[in-house]
């Protein structure tokens, strides 16, 4: 079965404007739908491989830990009784005119920090955490605290950009290459800096990862040959 996501009229229009502030840029949809052709597909693989990674079987709860604009919300709430997405960016309120707009009633909202999660202890079958880990100071905390709030048995899908040389290149060559198409076709450009920029390096993420979690399978997407972006499946370390 086909996983359910979101399309972009799911969004307001607003949403997709090149001058909109830094702080409803973090987790917005336009990655989706406005980016570049490379960039589209990135962010769409990872998708695909994280949906490919989760266990078939019934999920009761699970958690989108940073769900930004939401877009794994649908896919999830297909698969699991009850899903929660949770995040600090204001763009929450476009992700819940989305979710109105599916009717899904099985989804719910919550302002919250990933650092200090609203959950006396373990909560969900499943978590998902992709393109967040990475802008987080203290990755380690983050991973204890997803943790914390899993039951022994869950699974977390962890996913992550590989800083590398060539990921560096690419990054810069889609910022130059956004920049110059807005202004031929006479379009604002972004204000000011991103929000949230990436302060942790894959190396050392991965040091705490294995710390924490046992990692089930680990999938690389590649462009020209060269990995940009890890996802994993883990397991919590019980021992």
Known sequence: ??????????????????????????????????????????????????????????????????????????????????????????????????????????VKLAEADLLHLPYDGPTFDLAVCLSVIEHIPEPETALKELARVLHHDAVLILGYPIENAFFVVLKWMTRIEKRSRLLIQGKPLPRGKALRPHVTDCRRLEISVEKIFKIEARRDIRIAGSPVYRILKLRKNNG
């Open 1 to 106: 079965m086909e996983t359910p996501l979101p399309i972009e009229t799911d969004y307001p229009e607003e949403i997709f404007r090149p001058d909109l502030a830094p702080e409803y840029r973090a987790g917005c949809a336009k990655a989706y739908f406005k980016t570049n052709f490379l960039a589209r597909r990135l962010f769409r693989k990872r998708v695909d491989i994280a949906f490919g990674l989760m266990p078939s079987g019934p999920c009761d709860r699970a958690l989108d830990a940073g769900t930004g604009a939401g877009f794994l919300l649908p896919g999830l709430a297909a698969r699991c009784h009850e899903v929660v997405g949770v995040d600090l960016a204001p763009v929450l309120h476009y992700t819940k005119g989305m979710l109105d707009k599916r009717g899904l009633d099985n």
